[in-house]
């Protein structure tokens, strides 16, 4: 939780829980062989409510519950990059009932932390993955530079005042920020929140100067003209935002990130249980009004290959190696 107007320091842990009873036919006695899921599932998202991941974890919860004849709870547990929470679902029990959605986050805390409590590939069982989401750089509506080139030139003639926001080391904020910062040749301030949910709300009411977030959080600020909005961080323009240019088209090539989503158990829980989830999972992603919701946010569902423990796995895997180079060669040490 966000709680000063300029936090410095990232909280440790605070935990809020929003019971989201997406509840699904036949309630609690409706799981089919073997019983599962005879109890609530909690969906864990490692930030804030209202924010990015917190959106697209609401949007499958309630189709999943329907799929699974049980009922999903989403709790929100912020901190540190979102390892607070992974650390949290890698020590939970292996029975079904505590899921954790993360994203790229996943892959670039082990080159991030020196000393974090899990191993992304040794304690999950990946279950599928669920979305890829571009970024956007986003400032305060009334900030000077009119164009991501007069951001470039502003941020580096001010370095010691601008300030940029983002959700904690190994976000995807963070991530996104750093490589920003590489790009434009610049060390600036960093501001932690614990998500970009209170963040955004801080760049809305113009307490920090920019950063760089996910359009499943920006594009209604981006809309109501409640921000600028300098680039997108993909290819390709995103169909949602049909006017903000792409990072290539404004003169930053190298800044090239989207945040990939995925649902991860502790490890151990039974393989029958991670396919029962896989499966209602690729349920979610098939159905039209998330399909409808994603696209009014800049994102889509992955393909159904996609939303498979394995396929998962494989992503993983790759992304850790890459990510770890990146963070590496822009010079960024673990802390
Ligand atoms: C959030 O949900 O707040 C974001 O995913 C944070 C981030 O990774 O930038």
Redesign the pocket.
């Known amino acids: 939780m966000s709680t000063s107007r300029r936090p410095w320091m990232i909280t440790v842990l605070a935990v809020v829980s929003l019971v989201a009873a997406c509840s699904g036919d036949g309630g609690t006695e409706g799981g089919d062989a073997g019983g599962y899921p005879d109890q609530n599932i909690t969906f864990v998202?490692p930030?804030?409510a209202g924010?990015?991941?917190?959106t697209v974890t609401r949007m499958i919860a309630d189709p999943m519950a329907k799929a699974l004849g049980g009922k999903i709870v989403v709790q929100n547990v912020e901190g540190a990059?979102?390892t607070v929470a992974a650390g949290q679902v890698a020590q939970a029990e292996p029975d079904g009932y505590t899921v954790l959605m993360h994203?790229i986050?996943m892959s670039t805390a082990p080159a991030l932390y020196k000393d974090l409590s899990y191993q992304p590939l040794e304690d999950f069982a990946t279950i599928g993955l669920v979305t890829e989401v571009p970024m956007t750089v986003v400032a305060r509506k009334d900030f000077a530079p009119a164009d991501l080139a007069g951001l470039t030139t502003y941020v580096k003639a001010n370095s010691d005042k601008v300030t940029l926001a983002?959700?904690g080391i190994g976000?995807?904020?963070?991530l996104c920020g750093l490589l920003f910062q590489s790009a434009a040749g610049v060390k600036l301030q960093e501001v932690p929140y614990q998500?970009?949910?209170p963040a955004l709300t801080d760049l809305v009411g113009g307490q920090v100067d920019f950063m760089c977030?996910?359009t499943t959080?920006t594009t209604g600020q981006i809309t109501a003209g409640k921000v600028k909005a300098y680039a997108v961080t993909t290819p390709e323009r995103v169909k949602s935002l049909p006017d903000v240019p792409t990072t290539t088209e404004a003169g930053m090539p190298q800044l090239q990130v989207s945040?990939w989503h995925g649902l991860y158990a502790p490890a151990g829980t039974p393989p029958e249980i991670v396919q029962k989830l896989s499966e209602a999972l690729k349920t979610a992603l098939a159905d039209q009004a998330v399909i409808d919701q994603m696209a009014k946010l800049g994102t889509a569902p992955v393909a159904a290959a996609d939303a498979t423990p394995e396929a998962h796995r494989a992503h993983l895997e790759e992304q850790i190696t890459t990510w770890a180079k990146v963070i590496s060669d822009a010079g960024v040490k673990a802390s």
Do not use: I, L
């Open positions: 998202v930030f804030s924010g990015p991941t917190d990059g979102g994203h986050g983002n959700a976000a995807a904020s963070h998500g970009t949910g977030d996910q959080n945040v």
